[in-house]
């Protein structure tokens, strides 16, 4: 079965360093999305990408992110000066179209320090 | 206007039973309510989810309940099982933007 895949599983990073979080979205799927979920809390949206730019953005996704698509398959979170508060699990999740089904990865636990 | 409301936070059903968790929504433009299952330290996976031009799907054990007129949705899970313990959200989609809004989780425990 088909599924969005994420890496690393875990970053440890120091305040203030730069972060790239990958994803690889589902093959087929047109639309995607960066949610984060801090540790025992709902699930926020961060952002949607579809035709190579951003469709929609929250007002956490600030200057400090910004999100890329570098080649046909991956998909990629950056975080340019890292927060404490920024500490998280990142989710990428891929849609076919706008308004269906998106599937989530499994995550990435960002730990800043 | 734009939150998903979720209840209860947490919720103990022995093995057999029935869960139900309840959402309710102010915004008339959701027109898309997934459901997502949680295990930690796991992703939300799709459990089930209902568009308001029915009031009811039933997959298996999971049915979604759709009251369009009070904007509120509920899950039920028939025949409760240890290995459905985990974090349920709740959440909705608006035909007019790009973003799942999710309501607060449920943890649910289900004890044999």
């Known amino acids: 079965e088909p599924e969005v895949t994420q890496t690393p599983s875990h970053q440890v990073t120091q305040m203030g360093q730069e972060v790239i979080l990958r994803c690889v979205p589902i093959s087929n799927h047109l639309y995607f999305y960066w949610y984060r979920q801090i540790l025992g809390q709902k699930v926020e949206f961060l952002v949607s990408f579809y035709n190579n730019e951003i469709s929609e953005k929250s007002e956490i996704f600030d200057d400090q992110f910004s999100v890329e698509r570098p080649d046909g398959s991956n998909f990629t979170l950056k975080i340019r000066s890292t927060k404490l508060e920024d500490s998280a699990m990142y989710f990428c999740a891929s849609s076919v179209d706008r308004n269906t089904e998106a599937f989530f990865g499994q995550g990435t636990r960002l730990t800043v320090v | 206007q734009q939150q998903v409301k979720q209840s209860p936070q947490s919720l103990i059903v022995q093995k057999g039973g029935i869960s139900i968790i309840n959402c309710a929504y102010e915004n008339t433009a959701f027109d898309y309510f997934p459901w997502y299952q949680q295990f930690p330290g796991k992703g939300p996976a799709l459990l089930i989810a209902?568009?308001?031009?029915?009031s009811e799907k039933k997959e298996g054990r999971f049915t979604i309940s759709f009251n369009k007129s009070a904007k509120q949705f509920s899950l039920h899970i028939m025949d409760s099982q240890p290995g459905d313990s985990a974090t349920y959200f709740c959440?909705?989609?608006?035909?007019?933007?790009?973003?799942?809004?999710f309501g607060t989780g449920t943890r649910l425990q289900v004890f044999p």
């Open positions: 959440a909705a989609f608006s035909h007019n933007t790009d973003k799942l809004i």
């Open positions: 209902i568009r308001p031009d029915v």
